[in-house]
């Protein structure tokens, strides 16, 4: 009967502490970056709940500056010295790509709020006030490619979701003194009316989103090579979903939403999807690409939005490395087909949160 009790206390224990474990979820980014150039394995790695471990890791990864180098395995039992010494100086470096920093601060404040190790606030703190330093006038935050507004790997939208999270009271940020949530709803604020200058309005009708804007113009602009002005069907559900969560959408919120889940229901692709094939012996294109991509029909498939659309007209289109355009997925090159999403269903969360958000808000089509 002991043994019982001590077995039933130790799995009351155990469960209780991965229910408190916080979530590495927005963490899990960078780490999959780290193993693209790592192979699985490489490493012994911590277990999910182990979150001090983890939060350890954060601490002796972040950089002088208060932000965090990209692409790290956060769970990974390495010599971070070590690990740090092997990157190119550029590495080194802060940067928001690739969902970097914000999930930090928030794993951070989840610890803290479970140990009350000050250490992690202070590591946390230090994290918010890199993110306030870094915001542009214009409300806006930048990659890792270039000086541009930056709606790749949810900058923007992870960004203003955490400062919203501040906002709302959420208790792991209850260590936020009065002055700094000040700057922080500021900055929400000029990051959300900045979101609203930048929907790009195609012959006078309100669309969706580009992936990076100039900070001048505010419009379009290119970012990697193959990344040419567009608007973007994956970026553009993010942000709409971001919209969405807001608690009092003012009314030029309530235009934008509607105005994008419109261009979703215009532009999607019926009837098509996107199939993996392996290729062990190599893709006859390119023997050491290992798969490939392609665009089939299928009438019960789910709609699909194609990742880049003419800023014009909304023709669908696609780009090899060399930034030429072609308008089929198997003119791209292999590397790139396999290798980056050029169609997704990113539009059918969009649609199905709409009738939900228009009945929180009590608002009609």
């Known amino acids: 009967m002991k043994r019982l009790l001590t077995a039933a206390l130790l799995l009351f224990v155990t ?111 230090r994290g918010v006030a890199y993110i306030l330093k870094n915001q542009y006038p214009n409300g806006s935050w930048i990659g890792w490619h270039d000086e541009a507004i930056c709606y790749n790997d949810d900058i923007m939208t992870g960004i203003l979701n955490t400062w919203q999270d501040v906002m709302n009271n959420r208790p792991c940020y209850g260590w936020i003194d009065k002055k700094t949530r000040a700057k922080i709803s500021a900055s929400f604020d000029k990051g959300l009316q900045l979101i609203l200058d930048t929907q790009y309005v195609q012959h006078g009708v309100k669309t969706v989103w580009a992936q990076q804007y100039d900070q001048q113009t505010l419009q379009p602009v290119k970012a990697r090579t193959y990344e040419l002005p567009a608007l973007s069907g994956q970026e553009s559900a993010d942000v709409l979903l971001f919209l969405m969560s807001l608690e009092n959408p003012s009314e030029e919120v309530i235009e934008a939403v509607k105005c994008g889940v419109a261009w979703y229901e215009k532009t999607k692709i019926l009837g098509k999807k996107i199939v993996n094939i392996p290729m062990p012996e190599g893709n006859p294109e390119d023997p050491k690409i290992k798969a490939d991509r392609r665009l089939v029909d299928d009438p019960k498939a789910k709609p699909l939005w194609a990742r880049f659309y003419e800023l014009e007209d909304n023709t669908i289109f696609l780009c090899n490395r060399d930034g030429v355009k072609v308008y089929s997925l198997d003119k791209v090159w292999p590397e790139r087909r396999v290798g980056y999403s050029w169609y997704g269903t990113w539009g059918g969360d969009v649609l199905r949160a709409y009738p939900k958000w228009l009945k929180r808000i009590g608002k009609n089509k």
């Not at 991965?18 to 911590?46: F, K, M, T, V």
């Not at 956060?74 to 940067?95: C, F, H, K, N």
């Open 15 to 125: 469960t209780s502490f991965a229910q408190q474990a916080p979530s590495i979820r927005l963490l899990g980014d960078c780490i999959n970056h780290w193993y693209l150039e790592h192979e699985h394995g490489s490493c012994e790695r911590y277990k999910a709940n182990d979150y001090r471990s983890i939060a350890e890791n954060l601490l002796a990864y972040q950089n002088k500056d208060g932000g965090w180098p990209k692409n790290i395995d956060w769970l990974g039992i390495m010599d971070a010295d070590s690990v740090i010494q092997s990157l190119t100086p550029r590495y080194r470096e802060s940067t928001f790509d690739n969902r970097n920093i914000y999930p930090q601060v928030e794993y951070l404040s989840e610890v803290y709020l479970l140990t009350g190790e000050k250490r992690y606030m202070k590591a946390a703190k």
